[in-house]
């Protein structure tokens, strides 16, 4: 039987998320394992009176192309990409594979290249998003891969994805409503604030400096589920030491017990017990890689579990990340690369966040009530 919970995902990403109107160019991406979810978008997008294109891409694709490729093919830069994204007006990228750890054979110099290859396209979309020209929306389907990493059963895991999504809500879209006002609040402190400080008793005593950067309302209008508010810090002026609380996956690769030290804005010292290798050769990959493109505090407290998972888990309530590499312009970071590697640090046992020397947070928890609480 179709789990029903797929429509209203559906009709979230469609309706609340990306906002589709008649006449736009919409492209939905994703694997051949997440076709339900696929076929319900095309369907809304068609009920929206919007025009779909598909890309749908087996994830054994990338595994050959990084394993089996010559420089010159994994370097390319693709034209029919680019050109996509100059010419659509929303992206909806579901995401799913049938092995995360497929690429853990790779050699890290051969995915430093592929994410080179791509700094055209992602630097057009951040551009495009920011200027408000590109809607773009990206989720999670629910399959047994990510299962497996949270340790959960698919449908535990199931439930955990809607739930996060608040899909088991009678009106998601309301209730996502609610969750943007009092980001929103939050949002609006931290704007024209000039300095956060994150401290742990875990060792994490990292310095940001944000004067003049915008803070952003992250409400599932992007990312979905959603739930963080963000920016780009100054890019001279991050010091001090981050002891990262989880692993860390990117590009199929899981790096733990990661910690950075700060000096000037950039790394200048990194350890991690699994996967330093990987990790020093993702820092090296460009001038940018060692310069924090973003700070985020997450506000989903119907996120409480470490799942592996990028999207939900910096969504936690009670945790900051940080993402080294390229900075998303409309929070007015400039930072430029072809890394954007999002890494998390739980507040939740003994955390604080101080803003400007006054405490924000403690236990994970916002002293002002206004700003997104447990159970809202």
């Known amino acids: 039987m179709r789990d029903p919970r797929i429509d209203n995902l559906a009709d979230v990403l469609v309706g609340y998320s990306t906002e589709v109107k008649r006449g736009d160019l919409v492209l939905i991406s994703g694997p051949p394992l997440t076709s339900a979810l696929i076929t319900s978008i095309y369907r809304a997008v068609i009920q929206a009176g919007a025009h779909p294109v598909l890309s749908v891409v087996p994830d054994e694709c990338k595994e050959i192309m990084l394993n089996e490729g010559q420089e010159h093919q994994i370097t390319y830069e693709d034209p029919v990409a680019q050109f996509q994204i100059e010419e659509i007006d929303v992206l909806i990228a579901i995401w799913g594979q049938t092995n995360t750890k497929s690429l853990t054979g790779v050699s890290p110099e051969r995915q430093a290249k592929a994410s080179q290859a791509r700094k055209k396209y992602f630097d057009t979309y951040l551009k495009r998003a ?18 497996q990493d949270a340790e959960m059963s698919l449908s535990a895991y199931e439930d955990f994805v809607f739930r996060a999504g608040l899909l088991d809500r009678e009106k998601p879209a309301e209730a996502w409503r609610h969750i943007s006002e009092s ?51 100054i890019e001279d002026a991050t010091r001090g030491i981050v002891n990262y609380s989880f692993p860390a996956v990117h590009g199929g690769r899981e790096v733990d017990d990661i910690s950075f030290t700060f000096k000037d804005g950039k790394v200048v010292e990194e350890s991690a017990s699994k996967g330093e290798e990987f990790l020093k050769t993702m820092l090296d990959q460009d001038a940018g890689a060692r310069i924090l493109g973003e700070i985020a505090i997450g506000t989903n407290y119907s996120i409480t579990d470490y799942t592996k998972n990028t999207l939900f888990d910096e969504k936690i309530g009670g945790t900051f990340h940080a993402a080294v590499g390229s900075s998303y312009p409309e929070s007015g970071g400039k930072n430029q690369s072809g890394l954007h590697w999002d890494m998390v640090c739980d507040l939740r046992e003994g955390g604080q966040i101080f803003v400007d020397r006054e405490l924000l947070s403690e236990n994970g928890r916002f002293i002002d009530e206004r700003f997104p609480q447990p159970n809202a």
């Open 183 to 233: 980001q929103q609040r939050l949002v609006d402190y931290l704007n024209g604030k000039k300095e956060i400080r994150f401290v742990t008793p875990q060792g994490t005593d990292l310095t940001l400096g944000i004067e003049g950067r915008q803070w952003l309302n992250c409400d599932g209008h992007e990312n979905f589920p959603d739930g963080e508010v963000f920016t780009g810090p």
């Open 130 to 147: 920011a200027a408000g020209e590109l809607r773009w929306v990206g989720t999670q389907f629910p399959c047994n891969a990510s299962a």
